[in-house]
């Protein structure tokens, strides 16, 4: 796991918008809020050095990022925690639960490397205009954590990050990772029919595996629940996971679509994950990496990739809405930076950007959601 620091700071939040259309072809699309890389390292001109100081500083800047976008804090549903240190978890969820006491939403929480080099905990959010839906399977019992198994809005739903637990219990169910995963999706499978949805309805999702040598196992495992002709897009990282007996956490978005298609360019092959899935509204990306002899130039092949998949659903760099850049040596980052300010372009929206492993040799993933 990489742990170099950098000298760079970032102002601590960016936002991106969404606004779509109450209604589409397919169906009632969201109008969502991106709130990216939100950290609290100060607070009146005072440094803050503990994790409970920090998460507390953090959530109080989204409290505000919120507010000047008429929101609060229940309209957020998708919440990602990135702590520096696995190890600060408890902590972390101490402050945190206190700021989101009733209908939570749904959260993953892993360790990655962050951006500032003094920040201990970092988190992006997705918040939701309008209203929402938590969904409660009946079978999997409530989490002990303050997050939602499932939130839904309109059309989509978002299924918080799933970790092999007892749907009876909630306790940790031990195994290997083909065992782990076939656990997890169990857990995913008994949120989506609670939302009205089945494994046919995920559109993308994230795995982050706490060895990603270990990703032939999980892959094995996950194409088994996943449908053959046009599973989600996916990303896959190596992160730590919070509690030891994990193997893989996985985190979902699902949309119930009658257009929904898979975005294929010719050149791909198929397997496990789609390039792509169109749900007539938003186009939901795979995590893409491209060859170089350094981040810059990975990062150029990488966004030429993805150039020729979005041509392939007739969408274009405009229509971005969300970002997330994972990197082997956050040191990269302004090179990345760079490239990706060159594709995108003035309005794009700031990117979640985290530390991680990536499975074989890259050094840079990107992952898009593009909004028609």
């Not at 990022?65 to 408890?90: I, W």
């Not at 219990?169 to 949120?191: E, K, S």
């Not at 966004?303 to 998949?309: C, G, L, N, Q, V």
């Not at 956050?330 to 990536?358: C, F, K, N, S, Y």
């Amino acid at each position: 796991m990489p742990t170099r620091r950098i000298s760079r700071k970032l102002f601590f939040c960016a936002l991106a918008f969404a606004l779509l259309s109450p209604t589409s072809t397919a169906a009632q699309s969201a109008d969502l809020v991106y709130i990216s890389n939100v950290i609290g390292t100060e607070a009146e001109g005072v440094s803050l050095s503990t994790i409970e100081q920090q998460t507390a500083a953090a959530l109080d800047n989204l409290g505000t990022a919120l507010r000047a976008q008429g929101l609060t804090y229940t309209d957020v549903v998708v919440s990602n925690v990135f702590l520096r240190d696995a190890s600060d978890f408890q902590g972390m969820n101490g402050v945190y639960r206190t700021y989101f006491q009733t209908a939570p939403p749904t959260r993953a929480t892993v360790q990655a490397d962050l951006l500032d080099p003094d920040a201990l905990i970092q988190f992006s959010m997705v918040a939701a205009r309008g209203s929402k839906e938590i969904i409660k399977p009946a079978g999997l019992r409530s989490p002990e954590l303050p997050y939602s198994w499932g939130v839904k809005v309109g059309s989509t739903l978002f299924l918080s990050g799933a970790t092999s637990r007892s749907p009876e219990t909630y306790q940790p169910v031990p195994g290997d990772v083909p065992t782990q995963t076939r656990r997890v999706f169990g857990n995913l499978g008994m949120v989506l029919e609670a939302g009205g949805m089945s494994f046919a309805d995920l559109v993308s999702c994230k795995v982050f595996l706490d060895d990603p040598t270990a990703f032939a196992d999980m892959n094995g495992a996950y194409a088994e629940f996943v449908t053959a002709t046009d599973p989600p897009a996916r990303a896959t990282v190596g992160s730590p996971l919070t509690n030891p007996v994990f193997s893989t956490e996985i985190q979902c978005v699902a949309q119930a679509s009658s257009d929904r298609t898979v975005v294929r360019p010719e050149a791909r092959g198929r397997s496990p994950y789609s390039p792509g899935i169109d749900t007539g509204d938003r186009v939901y990306l795979a995590g893409v990496t491209g060859r170089g002899s350094d981040a810059a130039e990975e990062t150029r092949a990488a966004m030429a990739s993805i150039t020729t998949t979005l041509a392939s659903a007739s969408v274009d760099f405009e229509q971005v809405e969300s970002v997330w850049v994972f990197l082997t040596d956050m040191d990269d980052w302004a090179a990345v930076r760079a490239e990706l300010e060159a594709t995108l372009g003035d309005g794009a929206p700031a990117p979640t950007v985290i530390g991680t492993q990536l499975v074989g040799r890259s050094r840079v993933e990107i992952q898009l959601v593009l909004k028609r």
